[in-house]
């Protein structure tokens, strides 16, 4: 029996997946025609949960349904849409894209003894010769005249040219990212100590944030940019709003990218489908354990919030830094810096158990660094209209004496440390 080699199908179907799929899974046409925006489930129906997903559909084929889950690649795309083995989805792909099977060891010497002589080119029987997968900045042209069964619709090869398109506009941003990050950080913010600073000084007041300017304008971590490029999904200018900018730095210290608040000019959230939005990041980086570093930890101990609002909050009422990570996901990876030997994690307690879990997953992942670790949940609770509670909640309606406050927790730290009972 021939065979289909992963990685020789995976080559060949990076950059034609917009055919493969439109060939191969005819009902999720819909999900093509509309690429990146949701439709309905072509395996559970519903109204609009899932979709492609548009920033790398071509390269890698994946989609998400947000009932049934996500599909990182084409293959798991193909195989949960036709409920198809991995071994099947190879077939149909090997098959659609024209691409030669290897041989068994069987057929192999079956020819061999025909022709008496291998006609076998180098590539395919030596191992470890089979084609790279390509990386993921790279979109092969399509190659369409080679496959069996083309469709020739004009909306196919349209989209087909749109997606190339976008793929290489994403290159050209992405190989600029890294000298627009410092760009905009160096050159186009200002120092939180500016006079020109007020939408985001009314934005912190509001929310009961206005402390230790001078401490935190040393960590460097918080800027303000007096009007900042808002861009929608297609990368369409929509307008230029005030901003908070803060630096997300990995744990050597490095810029990595920007966390940015967009505000009016009296300091609310800015009227825009995300106010709050984290720059990509650029290739070669790795956000992975960064944040917003709000403050020096002193005497080995150090809180670490999700947004900066929370963090800035905690801070205040415990005078022990706190430092952001903007989210959920980021939070699990956080690194603690060296030196210190207790984190306290003001966690967001969120009616989807979000914060509590990804707290939960920090705390294990410290302690097995030999990081003393302590979970502070607010304990007000979540009203009916409300998503969740974050400690940022807890200071605007309770105060500061809703905290533990800084003498308590070093004591509480201290003793916990030496033994003793709490
Ligand atoms: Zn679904």
Redesign the pocket.
């Known amino acids: 029996m021939s065979y289909y080699k992963a990685d020789k199908v995976r080559f060949a179907a990076n950059g034609n997946w917009i055919f493969i799929v439109s060939a191969l899974a005819p009902h999720a046409t819909d999900a093509l025609k509309k690429l990146g925006r949701h439709v309905s ?6 109204k609009d ?2 979709r492609l997903f548009k920033s790398d559909f071509l390269e890698t084929g994946g989609g998400v ?5 996500p599909r990182h690649d084409g293959f798991e795309l193909l195989m949960w849409l036709n409920n198809w083995s991995f071994k099947e989805t190879l077939e149909a792909i090997g098959n659609f894209l024209s691409i030669e099977p290897e041989l068994s060891w069987q057929e192999k010497k079956q020819q061999h003894e025909v022709t008496n002589q291998s006609t076998k080119t180098a590539a395919t029987s030596k191992p470890g010769t089979a084609p790279k997968p390509s990386t993921n900045a790279e979109v092969k042209p399509s190659n369409v005249s080679t496959f069996k069964s083309v469709k020739t619709e004009a909306w196919l090869t349209k989209l087909q040219e749109d997606m190339e398109l976008n793929a290489e506009r994403q290159k050209a941003y992405s190989a600029k990212l890294e000298g627009k990050i410092a760009k905009i950080w160096s050159e186009e913010c200002l120092p939180i100590s500016s006079q020109m600073v007020e939408p985001m000084r009314a934005y912190f007041q509001n929310r009961e944030l206005i402390f230790r300017w001078a401490e935190v304008e040393k960590s460097d971590c918080l800027r303000f940019h007096p009007a900042l490029s808002y861009y929608d999904e297609d990368g369409n200018e929509v307008g230029k709003f005030p901003s908070i900018v803060c630096a997300i730095r990995d744990k050597k210290g490095k810029l990595i990218t920007l966390h940015r608040i967009y505000l009016t000019a009296t300091g609310m959230k800015a009227n825009v489908p995300s106010p709050k939005k984290m720059m990509p990041i650029p290739e070669n980086f790795s956000v992975t354990g960064a944040s917003i570093r709000l403050g020096h930890p002193s005497e080995g101990i150090l809180g670490v919030a999700e947004g900066v609002e929370t963090a800035l909050a905690a801070y205040r009422a415990s005078n022990i830094p706190v430092w952001a990570t903007v989210n959920a996901t980021l939070l699990e990876t956080f690194e603690a810096p060296e030196g210190v030997h207790t984190v306290l994690i003001w966690a967001d307690k969120d009616r989807s158990l979000t914060g509590q879990k990804s707290a939960a997953t920090l705390k294990a992942r410290l302690e097995k660094n030999g990081i003393q670790v302590f979970i502070l949940i607010p304990k007000q609770p979540i009203t009916a209209q409300e998503k969740g509670v974050d400690w940022n909640d807890v200071l605007m309606s309770q105060g500061k004496h809703a905290f533990p406050g800084a003498s308590y927790l070093r004591d509480f730290i201290s003793r916990r440390t030496a033994g003793g009972n709490v």
């Open positions: 489930c072509p395996v559970h129906g519903g949960g899932f349904c947000n009932t049934c889950g």
